[in-house]
């Protein structure tokens, strides 16, 4: 089993004192979210967690929240189907060669908060400074769906 992500590596060591845990799973959920809508889930976890997928899809759960709750904070290549897991391996890690000519999710989702935090005069203290809303997932989307339209071409020339 392959690990992209864990919330528990990012609530260690030098995470903010002053932020829940769950916190740390906000990153990691957006991009879950995204798989979901995208039918880039597992089948492993439409068994598993189908009630829980539906709830995404219809905004009454979030990825955090369904990352916590039925992934055990964990984000694996046990949760997404094979293009899922090509996509993720090659976007969700910033030291690909996707990642590194394209922009890596985490790299992408930072910057994009950033800026999002400057332009009303803000600073993003850190990444698990985003709040876990509907709203954010809505406006950060795009950026993870025209690096999946970047990514295919990029699939088709390898």
């Not at 995204?34 to 068994?47: A, H, P, R, T």
């Not at 992934?71 to 897991?85: S, Y």
């Not at 993720?88 to 590194?100: H, L, M, P, R, V």
Request: net charge negative; glycine share 6%.
């Amino acid at each position: 089993m392959a690990k992209y992500d864990d919330a528990s590596w990012h609530y260690g060591g030098t995470y903010p004192e002053d932020l829940p845990n769950e916190n740390a799973a906000t990153h990691i959920g957006m991009f879950l979210t995204w798989c979901i809508d995208n039918n880039l889930i597992s089948e492993f976890q439409i068994e598993e967690a189908g009630d829980d997928i539906e709830r995404v899809k219809n905004r009454s759960l979030t990825g955090a929240d369904f990352l916590i709750n039925n992934c055990d904070e964990k984000f694996t290549d046990e949760d997404l189907n094979d293009l899922g897991n090509e996509f993720a391996s090659d976007y969700y890690n910033d030291d690909t060669e996707f990642g590194q000519q394209y922009g890596s999710y985490l790299n992408d989702y930072s910057t994009f908060f950033d800026e999002k935090a400057k332009a009303h005069n803000k600073e993003n203290i850190s990444l698990y400074h985003v709040e876990n809303s509907w709203d954010n997932y809505n406006l950060f989307k795009p950026i993870i769906d025209k690096r999946f339209i970047e990514w295919k071409k990029f699939a088709a020339t390898k």
